[in-house]
Nanobody
Framework: HVQLVESGGDSVQDGGSLKLTCAAS????????MGWFRQAPGKEREAVVS???????AYANFVQGRFAVSRGSAKGILYLQMNNLELEDTAMYYC??????????????????WGQGTQVTVS
């Protein structure tokens, strides 16, 4: 089993930056793909970025070069650096992981493990 815990969400001004952290624990050696998703009130959960086991990321179109995903030096750590934040980026951000997904995916249903989320508010 795998546990995911997100942190780093906060309230920031339009144009500001935040760095989110996802800490994975448990059987992390089995993980093949990880991703960041977000969900705004009244909207469906959408993918922000998906990264495969070869460290190749795929970003959603709305990212437009503003966000960057990276691995931490410690095992099981995934970051999401978000720059030039916009009002539309306000959402709950979730870390997700899969142990049977080869490649990347923007579909939430293909991820077995989810964190509780961290709130990002841009004003």
């Amino acid at each position: 089993h795998v546990q995911l815990v997100e942190s780093g969400g906060d309230s920031v001004q339009d144009g500001g930056s935040l760095k989110l952290t996802c800490a994975a624990s448990g059987y992390t050696d089995t993980l093949s793909c990880m991703g960041w998703f977000r969900q705004a009130p009244g909207k469906e959960r959408e993918a922000v970025v998906s990264i495969d086991r070869d460290e190749k990321p795929a970003y959603a179109n709305f990212v437009q070069g503003r966000f960057a995903v990276s691995r931490g030096s410690a095992k099981g750590i995934l970051y999401l650096q978000m720059n030039n934040l916009e009002l539309e980026d306000t959402a709950m951000y979730y870390c997700a992981a899969s142990d049977d997904l080869w490649g990347v995916s923007f579909s939430p249903t293909q991820y077995q493990y989810w964190g509780q989320g961290t709130q990002v508010t841009v004003s």
